[in-house]
């Protein structure tokens, strides 16, 4: 299937500017909605990696948005600055963090070739918390799916029930986050999430980037099986819950 793209604008409560890359079927309309499907990216900022996957997602049928969390034109030049950003961030998790991730998801429902019944999220490393975060919060999402995202509970998080879905990609060599599936299983179990926790053998942190080389950073590498694999359990998942 063929798909249409756009860059798409918004802003949140403080007015602060972001952009993302909209991607979406040929036929998509306000008569004729579809799924819609939340993007939202690595330490790296909204980049091609995160636009060629709302490129594929619409290939399949959905409204696809890859987001920006960092604001427009505010990626940094260097992996360090970015890492800086991200940071920053994750230490603003339930405050700045919280506001642009729910200011993402507002605008994207609002868009009239989505179908705001069949709302899902997906995320890489820094996205998957995310996404995480998202199911924690309550937002009105069907199922969301993280890829070698950090699992730390919200600081101060009651664990009230989770009604979102919820599915893990997790690299079985990836040693900071192996320390937090013990809490993150807890957590799950006392929320009583539907969850699916997957484990990829000899896969790194940052397993389904092919460029991850690039990135330069001990335990992180592309592992080819464990991305093809956990992309096609991704597209059953996304398929059940929008059924």
């Not at 320390?179 to 000899?202: C, G, N, V």
Request: with cysteine; proline share 5%; charged share 25%.
């Amino acid at each position: 299937m063929v798909f249409k793209s756009e860059p798409f604008e918004y802003k949140d409560s403080n007015g602060d500017v972001f952009e993302g890359y909209l991607a979406y079927p040929p036929d998509a309309s306000a008569s004729k909605k579809y799924p819609g499907v939340v993007v939202y990216h690595a330490f790296g900022g909204c980049t091609e990696f995160e636009k060629e996957k709302a490129q594929e997602l619409a290939k399949l049928g959905y409204v696809a948005l890859a987001a920006d969390v960092y604001g427009k034109e505010k990626i940094g030049q260097t992996k360090e600055e970015n890492f800086a950003i991200c940071k920053a961030l994750i230490g603003e998790r339930e405050t700045t963090l919280k506001r642009r991730t729910l200011a993402t998801l507002d605008a994207f429902s609002k868009d009239p070739r989505v179908n705001t019944d069949k709302l899902g999220a997906t995320g890489y490393c820094f996205g998957g918390l995310i996404c995480l975060d998202l199911a924690r919060y309550g937002a009105p999402l069907k199922g969301v799916v993280s890829f070698h995202g950090t699992l730390l509970p919200l600081p101060n998080a009651e664990h009230t029930p989770i009604s979102t879905a919820i599915q893990v990609h997790h690299g079985d060599l990836d040693q900071r986050i192996n320390e937090q599936i013990p809490a993150f299983l807890d957590e799950m179990r006392a929320r009583k999430a539907d969850w699916h926790f997957t484990t990829y053998s000899d896969a790194e942190h940052g397993f389904t980037e092919p460029k991850a080389h690039l990135i330069d950073h001990p335990g992180v590498s592309y592992n080819a099986k464990a991305d093809k694999r956990s992309w096609a359990a991704m597209v059953n998942f996304f398929a059940e819950i929008f059924a």
